[in-house]
């Protein structure tokens, strides 16, 4: 099984800054995986074409599971409000995170986390970029148990808050909501938060230890692939870990193989 997850940056090339459908079948295509997490995923958004980032993602993996959960309604950096509820921002601008498996998926859940509230500095890449004061946004947990050869597995996407402690909150209250789900379990995602701190705050064992951030020459690991310590020997061992340059997004995608 491959697991990999990615942070998006709404599809968006650093190159051109332009989203191109066709380049992020290509990107998500290439990574293989059977199990996708992906964080920075727009729907209905006019920076990326109105696009369903998500089902996109499912198609160029040949997934026949997905789901999109949002954060927020509206777009970050600009004008966006929390979800009320799992239907709520219909029709509207969204963003969030995304879950793909070519795997059945046998339940759903989605657990959401309050924003932190102060402002903290965050770079910002491209042209106008740099150090800025932004308000955070709430976030969003998705998981999915799923039913595979080697039997039931939780898997969960998620970005935690850029905040510094406040992420480390919002780990704990993830492990609290999965620990609720069928072992063994494995979080993916961008975390905010380097490899060591990620691990000692959650308890759980790095599946794959790869510097991801920035993309061109990656010297943090903000994105993870965390095992539950519980249930974790009836995981597979990893047997490789990479983390290949995309054509889009300021982040590298975390690949992991099992068994």
Aim: overall charge positive; proline content about 10%.
């Amino acid at each position: 099984m491959r697991l990999a997850t990615f942070n998006l940056l709404h599809g968006r090339s650093l190159t051109d800054g332009l989203v191109d459908p066709d380049r992020l079948t290509a990107a998500v295509g290439a990574l293989d995986a059977d199990v996708l997490a992906l964080q920075e995923v727009d729907r209905d958004q006019s920076r990326s074409g109105k696009l369903d980032l998500t089902a996109i993602a499912a198609r160029a993996l040949g997934a026949p599971e997905h789901r999109f959960a949002a954060a927020v309604v509206g777009t970050p950096g600009e004008q966006f409000r929390p979800l009320t509820h799992d239907d709520d921002g219909h029709g509207e601008p969204c963003y969030g995170v995304g879950l793909v498996s070519r795997h059945p998926v046998t339940m759903w859940r989605v657990t959401r986390l309050k924003a932190a509230p102060v402002r903290s500095p965050v770079y910002v890449p491209g042209p106008g970029g740099g150090l800025i004061l932004l308000h955070d946004e709430p976030r969003v947990v998705l998981a999915a148990v799923l039913d595979t050869p080697g039997g039931p597995l939780t898997v969960a996407a998620t970005h935690l808050s850029f905040v510094p402690g406040w992420n480390a909150r919002q780990l704990r209250q993830t492990v609290r909501a999965l620990r609720t789900l069928p072992a063994p379990r494995i979080l993916l995602g961008d975390l905010n938060l380097p490899a060591g701190a990620a691990r000692l705050i959650s308890g759980w064992r790095p599946l794959g230890r790869r510097p991801t951030y920035p993309a061109g020459q990656p010297r943090v690991q903000l994105d993870h692939v965390l095992a539950d310590r519980q249930g974790l020997g009836l995981l597979p061992p990893v047997t490789a870990v990479q983390t290949p340059l995309s054509t889009i997004s300021d982040h590298r995608p975390l690949v992991v193989d099992l068994g």
